[in-house]
């Protein structure tokens, strides 16, 4: 059975920092290129980070510069470093294999940033 669990989540202050982890379980990362996802309140799911199997990380624009993804294989976990937190991240982060012939998703973990 395949589990992935993220944690890291908390309330920050704008300008604040976060690190999330994505534990993965009955699955071997290391082959999988992975990802991290948010979704705020009454929008949808938007990916913000993917990395591949070899560890090369893509961020999209609008926060590449503030967020930072890696993995460590040995541990089967991907990371992700969130700096220079905005209100607009307020969302639930989930991590994923990011394949399209996988469909694991992990339960998610809550950032709120808020003064």
């Known amino acids: 059975q395949v589990r992935l669990v993220e944690s890291g989540g908390g309330l920050v202050q704008p300008g604040g920092s976060l690190r999330l982890s994505c534990v993965a379980s009955?699955?071997?990362?290391?082959?999988?290129?992975m990802a991290w996802h948010r979704q705020a309140p009454g929008k949808e799911r938007e990916l913000v980070a993917t990395?591949?199997?070899?560890?090369?990380?893509d961020i999209p624009y609008f926060v590449k510069g503030r967020f930072t993804i890696s993995r460590d294989n040995a541990k089967n976990t991907v990371y992700l470093q969130m700096n220079n937190l905005k209100p607009e991240d307020t969302a639930v982060y989930y991590c994923?294999?990011?394949?399209?012939?996988?469909?694991?998703w992990g339960q998610g973990t809550q950032v709120a940033v808020s003064s």
């Open positions: 994923n294999v990011a394949s399209p012939y996988l469909n694991y």
């Open positions: 990395i591949g199997s070899r560890g090369t990380p």
């Open positions: 009955g699955i071997d990362i290391a082959s999988y290129a």
